[in-house]
Antibody
Framework: EVQLVESGGGLVQPGRSLRLSCTAS????????MSWVRQAPGKGLEWVGF??????????EYAASVKGRFTISRDDSKSIAYLQMNSLKTEDTAVYYC????????????WGQGTLVTVSS | EIVLTQSPGTLSLSPGERATLSCRAS???????LAWYQQKPGQAPRLLIY???SRATGIPDRFSGSGSGTDFTLTISRLEPEDFAVYYC??????????FGQGTKLEIK
């Protein structure tokens, strides 16, 4: 059974950093691109970024709203994807979902349960 | 960036009725790379439809998708109580960014 479990969320002050983890199981993690999608309280879904599999260079892409502040990485030996968030802003407050991509970039067949990040002083 | 606009914002129907949800793109979606997701309160979204009309694994056949170019539709033929949720369309497969519509809330009348 495919499972994605996010961790690392919490309350953080504006301007500080936080790192989220996504621990995967039930599939060969290294074969898949992984994405992060967020959802502000009461709002819709916003794609944050993705990391390709090593077979496709392991490169990353980001939404304009987080580019230069957020970094996605992966450790295939541990089946973990990371989202490093720096220079956090109040508007980054959201539930952050880890997702697995299938078939094409941006198509998400499995989602984690999400972890809440609250940016507030 | 492709902007997706969903309508209506809220749809009020009764179990057993047919639901039709619309998603319009600001420019043509290449190769019909359009997906639909369902999200229930407190849960993560679930993939329903991809490629505009292909059902994801385990999705009941009362869910169907159609459309091409800039106009897409999600149809639920006979609403079950568990179908009342928020539905998002999404375009994918092209150069980033991935974009979502703002969502349609399907509520019980």
């Amino acid at each position: 059974e495919v499972q994605l479990v996010e961790s690392g969320g919490g309350l953080v002050q504006p301007g500080r950093s936080l790192r989220l983890s996504c621990t995967a199981s039930g599939f060969t993690f290294g074969d898949y691109a992984m994405s992060w999608v967020r959802q502000a309280p009461g709002k819709g879904l916003e794609w944050v970024g993705f990391i390709r599999s090593k077979a496709y260079g392991g490169t990353t892409e980001y939404a304009a709203s987080v580019k230069g502040r957020f970094t996605i990485s992966r450790d295939d030996s541990k089946s973990i994807a990371y989202l490093q968030m720096n220079s956090l802003k109040t508007e980054d407050t959201a539930v952050y979902y880890c997702t697995r991509e299938v078939l094409l970039p941006g198509l998400f067949d499995y989602w984690g349960q999400g972890t809440l990040v609250t940016v507030s002083s | 960036e492709i902007v997706l606009t969903q309508s209506p914002g809220t749809l009020s129907l009764s179990p057993g009725e047919r639901a039709t949800l619309s998603c319009r793109a600001s420019q043509s979606v290449s190769s019909s790379y359009l997906a639909w997701y369902q999200q229930k309160p407190g849960q993560a979204p679930r993939l329903l439809i991809y490629g505009a009309s292909s059902r994801a694994t385990g999705i009941p056949d009362r869910f169907s998708g159609s459309g091409s170019g800039t106009d897409f539709t999600l149809t639920i033929s006979r609403l079950e109580p568990e179908d009342f949720a928020v539905y998002y369309c999404q375009q994918y497969g092209s150069s980033p960014p991935v974009t979502f519509g703002q969502g349609t809330k399907l509520e019980i009348k």
